[in-house]
């Protein structure tokens, strides 16, 4: 699963949000992306150690493997998400 810790303040969140419905469309069956705002849920991101968004956790089984913070290309998440996974 691949969560990502948004805002809808954070410019960096924009434009990931598009980026991410493409992920999620073409590995479906393969990648679930859980999306969590921030503003919204403010006891979550501390939890996490969330400290800039846009924030992505990558998790394996329930356990975290990986993290990336800012905006990314689709081809670096990809690649983020596929070297792990």
Do not use: C
Request: proline residues 5%; glycine residues 10%.
């Amino acid at each position: 699963m691949l969560g990502h810790f948004w805002a809808e303040w954070a410019g960096p969140s924009k434009m990931m949000r598009p980026i991410l419905a493409d992920l999620a469309q073409e590995h479906a069956g393969r990648l679930t992306i859980a999306e969590l705002n921030i503003d919204q849920n403010p006891e979550t991101a501390p939890r996490y150690d969330i400290s800039g968004v846009s924030a992505f956790l990558l998790f394996k089984e329930g356990v975290e493997i990986g993290r990336r913070i800012g905006a990314w290309s689709k081809g670096q998440l990809e690649e983020f998400v596929d070297v792990r996974l």
